[in-house]
């Protein structure tokens, strides 16, 4: 992993030592807050519903187990000790003191982290498969090129007032785990005809109050291409995105408005023109990075150990099948390890958590770990042999929830609880929802299943790509949550269909438990996932199942 | 005929620790909603967030709530400001931690 050089330790020192003087300043009213906001959300500080947020960037996702304690560090000594993984594999401090926040930074470069650019109108954290340099389907490893555009895209001085947030995601797999097509910029590599590596290069996808599923301006760009043509798009947005209306600023509109062709040409005219300047000492400098990506010395070891657990062990075995995704080395598997103990809540960790998550990361997974967008924690690299005990220390602190993937592993926002934009609640329907599949025994059989949770239009919860999304509204001072359905934030990404009329609070989980038997009573097959049958029967069954035979029998008809 | 004015309270964050707070008739911050000054008088209120927002060295985000008398003092109206008087759902943090102590 990525180790910071001398500049990237003097950058961030020096702005943890700004920041101080700012808060100081603020303190002693030098600053009003008008002045002070946005230097505080420059350095990832926010004031919520009961207590300023720290976001801090979990670049791509990627942590050792130095990282991780270092989090549970902050969390016991200036928060309530806990933190709370993010949809954009970030970690929140829900509580923390203004006064604080200095030394938390400070504490956060002692191990090469940092909390800049995770707010503001900004080239935000690069996001990427969380499988990335584990997964048996990848091309390459893509970290390597997310750490150059986070190197690029840090303190980069064209790029600091963008007329809105901009988001980067970046897969080295064919198969969309990084939500590329719901980005700002999506990143996916795939081979030319020659065999060639590059990327496709995806634009002005987006979530939000206008969902939009990104569209190819590239087909394949060699990588060598990537950082002037990644410029060349953010630059031709920065003079073409709108800065009249906030919610008609994101590069979405800028591609819906302009169209993707029109988008395309200045984008290639800019390209040209900058691509000069780029000498290829950034290639030099990819490839020094890259050699700090280097995979670890796989193992050899006998299977023995596993097979045995797994034949003899059902609690093992369903965590094993569900848990676990194929590894390109023999002998290995990628661990995701569930944040989403049926009833807790989504993302969360305790101070004692990641401590134990760090300790068997150094002990059973290379030293590795990543967070995911679905607010879990990956072990990247685990022999098979070690994987016995590794599910027993788990179980142990609450780590081994068999659901990776099924009706409880829900993305949430932090919804009304703590953020000062929601609408509504959305991590009590989370846990009401999980505690109600577990009562009713049927995630196993229900089986691949995206629920995505979000308080407010703003999306954070991606609930637009849930095969089953729901949307917290505040509807004449009264929560209500409206359902979607046919979502997808893969390879074949879609923006899911409104059900119709919204429900309650206390309607809202039998509502989504009528879906559930809809989908059981629908599928052909235990084979045709939620999905499959949604695709394939429509929206008629799961209106009836909602509403009642009338709206189901309109919907037929319609 | 002027619709009729929903009494208020102000509230905003403090600044140092970010807490929930009101302001009270006798201009200190309180924590706890029931001891906000409820504003049934629209100028009134007017008047009282400007004062509020000059204190910016204490507070942050000062604003009128919508609230109505109760047994001990002003309670909040809509369900956000309930939960900024009590504290998230899923653990008995913020105030409601104070009050469980109590």
Redesign the interface.
């Known amino acids: 992993m990525y180790t910071y050089n001398e500049f990237d330790e003097a950058f961030v020192r020096s702005r943890v030592a700004q920041f101080r003087g700012q808060v100081e300043r ?2 002693d ?1 030098s600053l ?2 008008e002045e002070f906001r946005p230097l505080r959300l420059m350095n990832g500080l926010y ?6 947020m720290l976001r801090v960037a979990i670049p791509y996702g990627t942590l050792d187990s130095a990282k991780l304690r270092q989090l549970a560090y902050l969390a016991d000594t200036y928060d ?1 000790g806990y933190g709370h993984f993010t949809t954009r594999q970030n970690i929140q401090y ?2 923390p ?3 604080d926040v200095p030394d938390m930074l400070d504490a956060l470069a002692d191990v090469g982290m940092h909390a800049i650019q995770t707010s503001g109108n900004t080239i935000r954290n690069v996001t990427s498969d969380h499988f990335a340099g584990a997964a048996a389907d990848e091309i390459a490893d893509p970290r390597p090129v997310a750490e150059l555009l986070r190197q690029w895209s840090t303190d980069h001085p064209e790029f600091q007032f963008l007329p809105r947030k901009f988001k980067i995601a970046i897969t080295g797999s064919p198969t969309d785990r990084a939500v590329t097509k719901a980005h700002d910029i999506g990143l996916r590599m795939v081979r030319n005809d020659a065999g060639e590596a590059g990327f496709e290069v995806i634009v002005g996808g987006g979530l939000g109050r206008t969902p939009m599923v990104g569209k190819v301006i590239r087909d394949f760009l060699p990588q060598a291409d990537l950082l002037p043509y990644c410029e060349a798009i953010v630059s031709v947005y920065n003079l073409l995105g709108r800065r009249d209306n906030k919610y008609k600023a994101r590069i979405k509109i800028t591609v819906h408005e302009n169209g993707l062709d029109k988008i395309r040409d200045l984008v290639e005219a800019r390209f040209a023109e900058i691509r000069p300047a780029f000498s290829g000492i950034d290639q030099e400098h990819l490839a020094a990075i890259e050699a700090q990506f280097a995979a670890p010395a796989f193992k050899q070891a006998d299977t023995e150990a596993f097979d045995k657990a797994y034949d003899t062990d059902p609690v093992f075995r369903s965590w094993v099948d569900t848990n676990l995704t194929a590894h390109k080395a023999e002998g290995y598997a990628i661990v995701t390890v569930s944040l989403k103990a049926h009833g807790e ?1 989504p993302g ?1 960790a305790t101070s004692a958590q990641m401590r134990l998550l760090a300790d068997l990361a150094a002990k059973y997974a290379h030293d590795e770990l990543r967070i995911s967008h679905e607010q879990n924690v990956v072990l990247p690299h685990v022999h098979k042999s070690d994987l016995p005990a590794l599910h027993a220390a788990l179980r142990s602190a609450g780590l081994g929830t068999a659901n990776v993937g099924l009706a409880s592993d829900i993305i949430a926002c932090p919804g ?3 953020c000062a934009l929601a609408t509504a ?1 959305s ?2 329907v989370a ?1 009401k929802i999980a505690e109600r599949v577990d009562a009713l025994k049927i995630e196993h059989e229900v089986g691949a299943l995206k629920i995505k949770i979000s308080g407010c239009i703003n999306a954070c919860g991606h609930h637009h790509v849930g095969h089953i999304g729901i949307l917290g509204l ?1 509807r004449a ?3 209500n949550y409206q359902i979607t359905l046919g979502g997808d934030g893969t390879e074949t990404a879609a923006i899911g269909t409104r059900t119709g009329p919204g429900f309650a609070y206390d309607e809202i989980v039998p509502a989504i438990e009528r879906l559930l038997l809809a989908y059981l009573e629908e599928r052909l097959s235990a084979e045709e996932t939620f999905l499959e049958t949604y695709r394939r029967v429509g929206m008629a069954p799961f209106k009836t199942a909602l509403y009642g035979e009338e709206q189901g029998s309109r919907a037929r008809a319609a | 005929m002027s619709r009729k004015f929903t009494p208020k309270v102000i509230t905003a ?1 403090d ?6 707070v009101y302001l009270t008739a006798d201009d200190r911050w309180s924590r706890d909603h029931a001891e906000a000054e409820l504003i049934e008088d629209e100028a009134h209120a007017e008047i009282r967030l400007i004062d509020a927002s000059r204190q ?2 204490i507070i ?2 000062a604003y009128l709530a919508d609230a109505r008398s109760g047994a001990n003092g002003p309670e909040p ?4 400001e309930v ?2 008087a009590k ?5 008995r ?3 409601q931690a104070f009050e469980a102590r109590a």
């Open positions: 603020r303190l009213g009003t807050e004031l919520q519903l009961h207590a300023y309530k829900n509580w003191k203004l006064d809540t969360d009304m609880d703590y609640r991590i009590p846990q505040d001072g009264v929560e | 964050n600044l140092r620790d970010g807490d929930v910016g060295d942050v985000g109206v809509h369900f956000r939960f900024r504290g998230p759902s899923n653990y943090h913020g105030k």
